[in-house]
C-alpha cells in the first residue's frame, strides 16, 4: 500500500483529531486518531505585592490574565499556613500574628479536561505584619541636658524608632534602636528651659527593611 494522510478533524487540548488515510494503489482507507495538543501552560504571575498590611492582616494584589486562576500558598517560617485557589487578582489574609513575617507564593493555573495546568514559575512576595503599637513608659530628666526614655517590649520587634520635637516644630528621628530587646535610651544635649516631646514606635525587619507599626503615645520633658 501507499497512503495519502488527509486530516479530517484537528486534535485540540480537549478532543483528539481523527485522520483518514487512502491507499493510492487499491483504495483502502482506514481512520486513526491523533492525540490531543498538550495544554498550553499559562504564564507566570506578574506586579505581585502587598498593598495594604495591619499588626494583623495582609492585603495582595498582582496583574491580571484572562481565562486564569491562581493557587496561593502562605507560608510563615517555611511552613504553609494557608492554601486557596481564587479567580481574581488580589486576596486579603486576617488574623495573622502581628511581627511576623509572611510569603505568599502565586501560581496561576488554567482548567483543561477538569484538570489544573499549572504555569511552570511560582512567583512570591515576601513582607511582615505590623508591630504592635508601641508604649513609652516614661521620659525623664537625667541631669541637666539628659532625658532618659523607657518603653515596653513589643511582640516580635526587631527594634525601635525614636523621635523628637522641640517646642512646637517638627518630630525628629534622632534614634534608631536596632536591637527588639534594648527597652531604653538617654537623649544627651539637650537645652535649657526648653520643652521636648517624644515618641517611639516599633519595627520588623524584612529583607533589611523596615516595617512599622504605629507611634507611641507622646511624653514631654521640661
Not at 536596632?178 to 521636648?196: A, P
Request: proline residues 3%; positive net charge; contains cysteine.
Amino acid at each position: 500500500h501507499q497512503y495519502e494522510s488527509v486530516v479530517a478533524k484537528a486534535p485540540t487540548e480537549t478532543q483528539k483529531g481523527l485522520r483518514t488515510n487512502t491507499c493510492t494503489l487499491c483504495g483502502k482507507v482506514y481512520t486513526e486518531e491523533i492525540s490531543m495538543v498538550a495544554p498550553a501552560r499559562p504564564d507566570k504571575a506578574s506586579g505581585l505585592k502587598m498593598t495594604k498590611r495591619t499588626t494583623k492582616s495582609l492585603e495582595f494584589s498582582w496583574k491580571r490574565m484572562p481565562d486564569v486562576s491562581y493557587r496561593l500558598m502562605l507560608y510563615e517560617d517555611g511552613r504553609v499556613v494557608s492554601t486557596k485557589y481564587v479567580a481574581r487578582n488580589t486576596t486579603t489574609y486576617a488574623k495573622l500574628k502581628p511581627a511576623t513575617i509572611y510569603t505568599l507564593r502565586v501560581t496561576p493555573y488554567r482548567i483543561v479536561n477538569n484538570q489544573k495546568v499549572y504555569a511552570k514559575t511560582t512567583v512570591a512576595a515576601k513582607t511582615a505584619t505590623a508591630p504592635e503599637k508601641a508604649k513609652l513608659s516614661m521620659a525623664k530628666r537625667n541631669g541637666r541636658s539628659r532625658v532618659r526614655l523607657e518603653w515596653k517590649k513589643v511582640a516580635g520587634a526587631s527594634g525601635y524608632e525614636i523621635s523628637m520635637k522641640t517646642g512646637k516644630g517638627n518630630y525628629k528621628k534622632i534614634k534608631t534602636v536596632g536591637n527588639g530587646k534594648t527597652l531604653s535610651y538617654t537623649k544627651t544635649g539637650l537645652s535649657k528651659s526648653k520643652t521636648y516631646s517624644f515618641r517611639i514606635r516599633a519595627y520588623t525587619s524584612v529583607d533589611e527593611k523596615k516595617v512599622f507599626g504605629d507611634y507611641s503615645n507622646v511624653k514631654k520633658v521640661k
